[in-house]
């Protein structure tokens, strides 16, 4: 793990945002800020390989950018970038950065919760087990998450307004690409460089 900015101290719980930000949003700061109510430190994770796609369009070191930009003033919050793209790597190299004391909880919308829980990894029961390493705080997108029976004890429901429950990064590309209002759906402090990077 290579951290871009460090929060002081050493948090009893840390709350793990881990995505592509193409771009962020401020549904992910709102996320981050829920995050905050229940952990001591929010940590932004870019991985350098994705599982599921790969870094089309603007790229890993633009998109680290706008990162580290739009979370300058959130309180108790680091950025880095990890090797690996799954929640299990993402959480091994905290565990390393972070001692094996600290309670990782990864924060994340209804959307990604799904694709996280579905995923393939090989073998019966692999993310049942995963969630004995650290809890998933999911907040509604778009409708609430149904967690499995059989997740329930690693996963609970985290409020965040809902007012951002429809902002989305793909919307954001859409509207720049339509020539429709987006700036309202990002962070003030990126408006600019979203601007110069998804400009045609």
């Not at 709350?15 to 992910?28: D, E, M, V, Y």
């Not at 087990?129 to 609430?144: I, Q, T, Y």
Request: aromatic letters at 8%.
């Amino acid at each position: 793990m290579e951290f871009i900015r460090r929060a002081a101290g050493k948090p009893a719980a840390l709350g793990i945002l881990s995505g592509t930000f193409n771009p962020p949003t401020r549904a992910h700061l709102a996320l981050a800020e829920a995050g905050l109510a229940v952990v001591d430190q929010v940590l932004f994770v870019l991985p350098r390989a994705l599982p599921h796609k790969s870094y089309e369009g603007v790229g890993f070191a633009d998109r680290l950018r706008m990162l580290e930009l739009a979370t300058l003033g959130l309180p108790r919050s680091s950025v880095a970038i990890t090797e690996g793209g799954l929640f299990a790597d993402i959480a091994g190299e905290c565990r390393e950065a972070y001692g094996q004391g600290v309670a990782l909880k990864f924060l994340c919308g209804r959307d990604a919760a799904e694709r996280v829980v579905s995923w393939d990894y090989g073998r019966p029961g692999a993310f049942r087990e995963m969630l004995e390493d650290f809890e998933l705080l999911v907040a509604s997108r778009k409708g609430a998450f149904r967690t499995p029976a059989e997740l329930r004890a690693g996963i609970r429901a985290l409020a965040v307004p809902p007012e951002y429950e429809e902002i989305n990064a793909t919307d954001v590309r859409t509207r720049i690409a339509g020539g429709r209002p987006w700036e309202h759906l990002v962070p003030e402090s990126i408006v600019p460089l979203v601007r110069e990077l998804y400009a045609e």
